[in-house]
């Protein structure tokens, strides 16, 4: 079953998901497409090739990850490196997560989990993620259910073998976090990445003064007043924001998701800079090297860039805003409160980001099936 969403000049198409995530849902059994437009898929957009920046931190972290693992940990934590496990991940605890929990895990096997994302990540992205897990522990204190919440849960997965030549990779899975990190020789593909908060500071409890996500809602609002009016009015699909309006969440793979708001070509070079350093901000959270390797793809198709807007544009407001070219998607919601009370109006107290690779290179899935295409043709993989 799928559903028509209209925003403004977009077309949305997407799977509609039944609750529940035991066994295969339909969501996950449909054949990974990728975000597209209505026009198709645009390909030759990623190609296998050196980096010249090395993944072996990364591979070195993964490998004593798993050996710091008893027998049946592992068993639970490896997956096959085309395992659908990678299409799984939901921001929401509706049903049993897989892998390894922090909450199962000693000291000793914490620090080397958080040795391998840190090696993968970039400073201020490993600050961030360990910060959103502190304020889910937050949430848990608010609330008061740990069962739901907390600083601990979250499961981390890995897909393959850690190797120098083969595809591999790892997933963080939970609440407001989830990171999904492909490596392929020197080349890394992290995408989707979901990261976001309830609340966005904890203005009291155990983790006082932690707080998350200003950068992204602040240069966001920046370089939109740095608009004119009139491009405003391009970038604007509705000035009205009272719900929630992220499109690219948990199961939304296959998104048809049309263009929309002021494209790229028409920016001042100043606006262009502005509209990277948003950009940055996400890119950012990867390992600098990597990231300045993903930067260079963005920035050959910064004209074919599109921003749109959905919300107010003063100090106070609520609002949506997306990033959308061929080769990254960004969006960025307030949303609705969910707990520890509900609001029917979205607020600056809940976060939800979402970071993707459209035209079929989430989860590194194009490389990896130009991989399978010149070193083993027994593999059936759609793209």
Do not use: C
Request: charged fraction near 25%; aromatic fraction near 8%; proline fraction near 4%.
């Amino acid at each position: 079953m799928s559903a028509v969403l209209l925003m403004g000049t977009s077309v949305v198409v997407y799977s509609q998901r039944p609750g529940g995530r035991s066994g295969r849902t339909a969501a996950v059994d449909e054949p990974f497409v990728g975000i597209v437009t209505s026009e198709g898929l645009q390909e030759d957009l990623f190609s296998i090739k050196s980096t010249g920046v090395s993944t072996a931190p990364v591979r070195e972290a993964a490998d004593a990850f798993l050996a710091g693992l008893n027998d049946d940990q592992r068993k639970r934590t490896v997956f096959p490196v085309d395992d659908s496990e990678w299409r799984q991940w939901d921001n929401r605890h509706r049903s049993p997560r897989q892998g390894v929990g922090f909450d199962e895990m000693s000291e000793a096997q914490r620090k080397l989990a958080f040795e391998m994302i840190g090696q993968s990540l970039s400073a201020k992205g490993l600050k961030k993620t360990k910060d959103i897990m502190k304020l889910n522990g937050t949430l848990a204190e608010l609330a008061n259910n740990f069962d739901e919440y907390g600083e601990w849960l979250y499961w981390v997965t890995i897909m393959g073998e850690p190797s120098k030549t083969e595809p591999w990779g790892w997933q963080l899975d939970g609440h407001h976090l989830v990171i999904n990190y492909f490596v392929l020789g020197d080349q890394v593909v992290m995408s989707p990445v979901f990261m976001g908060s309830e609340p966005i500071e904890a203005k009291g409890g155990k983790f006082k003064g932690t707080i998350v996500m200003q950068d992204e809602q602040n240069k966001g609002l920046a370089f939109m007043q740095s608009l004119t009016d009139e491009q405003q009015s391009k970038a604007i699909l509705m000035r009205n924001k009272d719900g929630n309006n992220n499109l690219t969440e948990a199961y939304k793979d296959n998104v048809v998701l049309d263009y929309a708001g002021i494209v790229g070509s028409e920016l001042s070079d100043e606006q262009k800079d502005g509209l990277l350093n948003l950009i940055e901000e996400y890119v950012g959270n990867m390992r600098p090297e990597h990231a300045k390797v993903r930067m260079s793809e963005v920035k050959e198709h910064l004209n074919e860039t599109y921003f749109a807007w959905i919300g107010g544009t003063t100090d106070e407001s609520v609002y949506y805003y997306r990033v959308h070219s061929p080769v990254i998607l960004i969006e960025f919601d307030h949303q609705r409160r969910v707990a520890p009370f509900r609001t029917a109006e979205p607020t600056r107290d809940h976060i939800h980001a979402v970071i993707r690779t459209p035209n079929g290179n989430d989860y590194g899935k194009d490389l990896l099936r130009q991989h399978y295409h010149v070193h083993d043709h027994s593999h059936p993989h759609t793209h």
